[in-house]
């Protein structure tokens, strides 16, 4: 599989399919690997582009490296590298702080952008407050923060442990990173203030799920207010991992939006 250097990290991803390019950046408790439901059913009519993130799955950096400022960066060394010069973007969680602000800085690489789960570095009063809490989980539990346990509703966790095994061995594969290093997402060069947002005009989705304990609805709810045209979708019934508990429901909103014409 290829891999692209961006500055001092050494960046692996994964393609498959063929036809329009859509783009998944997994969360802080994923990698390529946990886009296996979805690289499925999107590759029937996409070219789907998966990359670990920095210091994730099979991606080098060193841990000093890990800045949220560079995500973006890396993208766009993955994009260059497969000729792709414009495409959508699905950010997961972590992922958001890649999308969002590839968006922002190279709007014409962007067709269109799904945030899910994410305030992708907007910075809110309730964002502010989410991620303290995420803050303390990691620093409490540091081996599970950032895992199955919390990542999905309880129904999932109680209906399909085998499923919550799996995504906690995928998550176990991100031997570069720790959950302490999450504090890059809070650093200054990584937010974004609504008044930098001021003209952006990427077409924008942002999926939240009803039962996400990471970013609640009504934290989102206040992201999607500040970014120019966003069109907040709730996603019923599921936790923050949306896409890996349900898939079906995932494809429909994603899938369905950015292939109108």
Known sequence: MPRVNSGDADLYYEVYGSGPPIVLVHGAGGNTVVWWQQIQSFAREHTVIVPDTRCFGKSHCPKEAFRADWFRKDLIAVLDAEGIERAPLVGMSLGGW??????????????????????????????????????????????????????????????????????????????????????????????????????????????????????????????????????????PGAGHSMYFEDPERFEQLVLGWLDQP
Do not use: K, W
Request: glycine share 6%; charged share 20%.
């Open 98 to 235: 890649t999308v969002l602000p590839t968006a922002l800085h190279y709007p014409e690489r962007v067709s269109r952008l799904v945030l899910c789960g994410t305030p992708g570095g907007v910075i809110t009063e309730s964002v502010i407050v989410a991620m303290q809490q995420v803050a303390r989980g990691a620093a409490e539990q540091p081996s599970e923060s950032l895992r199955g346990a919390i990542t999905f509703s309880e129904r999932f966790v109680r209906e399909r442990p085998e499923m919550v095994h799996l995504y906690d061995q995928i998550s176990a594969l991100n031997t570069g990173f720790e959950p302490a290093m999450m504090g890059a997402v809070a650093a200054p060069e990584a937010r974004i203030l609504p008044a930098d947002l001021a003209g952006f005009a990427v077409p924008t989705r942002l999926l939240a799920a009803e039962h996400d304990r990471l970013f609640p609805v009504p934290v989102l709810r206040d992201v999607a207010e500040v970014i120019p045209g966003c069109e907040l979708i709730d996603f």
